[in-house]
């Protein structure tokens, strides 16, 4: 059923030029310094086509809740989903949409100094000015209120969440958002499912903090559940 996404519009900055892209599933919100349709079409099928000839040939890629190993002559984008869940303890699905925009956004900047691209959630960017990410946390009264600030040589930058009470992603937690921040998008989406399905209370944040801790490559976390909120790492929590 489709939902209409509305938090694409808590991306702030009027410099950069919209377009969405959408080819099946994969539904791309992206900004850069010119329409990128054609681009960004052509860097969709391409990866799709790589992921779908090996979910058909490996159908439990596409099933499995749990790492799986790859094979080492699997596509790239395939061998990077796997080593992010891997580390995080989900199945490599988890990470698809994380890796998507991250390997579409690299495409891009062979013709955009700057680009961001959204994913169901998902952000890749890679930025010459300062940018303010909203945070969008469903019926939680901190939802529209923070923003991340990210600096440019942060970037290329993953910028991933998971919620159990947004959206339509598998969760088995009800974190209202678990935003996941990495050098690798695909590990960034995955750490922030493996983080979002602990979160059924309050009284979980502190573990899910150890936890995000715990996995090399993550920069920083911000869980938010009801009310309360926890976070570490590189992250800049500003006014919404």
């Given at each position: ?8 519009h808590?991306i702030?900055?009027d410099d ?14 992206i ?6 349709e054609?681009?960004?079409?052509a860097?969709?099928l391409?990866?799709?086509a790589?992921?779908?000839?090996y979910?058909?040939a ?5 099933a499995?809740l ?5 094979s ?22 988890a ?11 690299n495409?891009?900047?062979a013709?955009s100094?700057e ?5 169901g959630?998902d952000l ?5 000015t ?8 469903g ?12 600096l ?16 339509h992603s598998?969760?088995y937690?009800t974190a209202?958002?678990v935003?996941?921040?990495?050098k690798?998008?695909?590990l960034a989406d ?11 209370s309050?009284?979980d944040i502190?573990?899910?903090?150890e ?5 090399d490559?993550i920069?920083g ?5 009801g009310?309360?909120?926890g976070?570490w790492g ?7």
């Open positions: 059923m489709f939902e209409p996404r509305t938090y694409r808590w702030k900055g950069l030029v919209a377009t969405v892209v959408t080819v099946k599933e994969t539904d791309l919100y900004r850069a310094t010119k329409k990128m054609a681009e960004a079409k860097s969709i391409k990866y799709r790589d992921l779908e000839q979910i058909k490996t159908p439990q890629f596409l499995a749990n790492p799986i190993e790859v080492a002559d699997a596509p790239a984008i395939v061998i990077d989903m796997a080593k992010a869940a891997s580390k995080c303890g989900v199945g490599p699905m990470a698809v949409a994380g890796a998507m925009s991250e390997y579409v956004g495409d891009l900047l013709n100094d680009v961001i691209i959204e994913n959630g890749f960017l890679k930025v010459l300062k940018k303010y990410i909203g945070i969008y946390a019926d939680s009264v901190l939802s529209g209120k923070l923003a991340l600030e990210v440019p040589d942060e970037t290329p930058l993953g910028i991933c969440t998971s919620s159990g009470t947004v959206g598998l969760s937690g209202d958002a935003i996941a921040v990495s690798s998008t695909a995955a750490a922030a499912t493996a983080i979002g399905n602990m979160i059924k309050s009284n502190n573990a899910a903090v936890f995000a801790q715990s996995v490559g920069n976390i911000v869980i938010i559940k009310a309360d909120m976070a590189q992250v800049r929590l500003a006014k919404a």
